[in-house]
């Protein structure tokens, strides 16, 4: 075996496990198809009990370096429901306004310092399971390649390749409106 785990996808769901296992002394190898981290506007921030986590994993320091650090959040939406504490003397609720793309890099970041490798631009084509291994057929900038490994885990999204190739079904509701960010060379327009 070339590992002991692959995970596919460098968004934040594969690059928190892949702190995850390097805390646990596992060093993963991290496929990401993408050769750049996207600089699509994502997901603004974080909030409530993640920070907990956060700062349980020894993380929360880092992330509100890179911001302007947690704020009280008075008004949240959750679950589709807005809530509103501005009631409250002191709302218990904060927010990191940390854009995910910055997420991704501190992600990375400590990854890295923990061991993990991640390899921007390989798309994972195939996978083989057997008794002992599974192999990962990828295709990288210098061409077609396998990897094995004891575990290998799909962090790739919503339209998970991985999941697709396992066979494992998503029965799910699909939405036809398309969202778009959109931009302008001039911001006044």
Do not use: N
């Not at 996808?9 to 390097?22: N, Q, S």
């Not at 709302?91 to 997420?103: C, D, E, K, N, S």
């Amino acid at each position: 075996m070339d590992t002991e785990v692959i995970v596919v996808g460098a968004g934040p769901t594969g690059l928190m496990l892949a702190c995850e296992l390097g805390l646990a002394g596992v060093r993963p190898l991290v496929l990401e198809r993408q050769a750049e981290r996207s600089d699509t506007p994502k997901a603004g921030g974080l909030g409530g009990q993640v920070l907990e986590l956060l700062r349980h994993r020894g993380l929360l320091e880092r992330f509100e370096a890179a911001c302007t650090g947690p704020a009280p959040a008075p008004k949240f939406p959750f679950g589709g429901i807005h809530l509103d504490l501005t009631g409250l003397a002191d709302p218990p609720l904060r927010a990191l306004p940390l854009p995910q793309q910055r997420l991704e890099e501190l992600l990375e970041q400590r990854a890295d310092e923990l061991g993990a490798e991640v390899r921007r631009g390989h798309r994972v084509t195939g996978i083989r399971q057997d008794g002992t291994a599974v192999t990962a057929e990828v295709l990288g900038p210098d061409g077609p390649y396998r990897v094995s490994a004891r575990y290998l885990v799909g962090c790739d999204g919503a339209r998970s390749q991985v999941r697709e190739r396992a066979g494992i079904a998503f029965p799910g509701t699909a939405y036809p409106e398309v969202t778009g960010w959109p931009r302008s060379p001039s911001p006044t327009r």
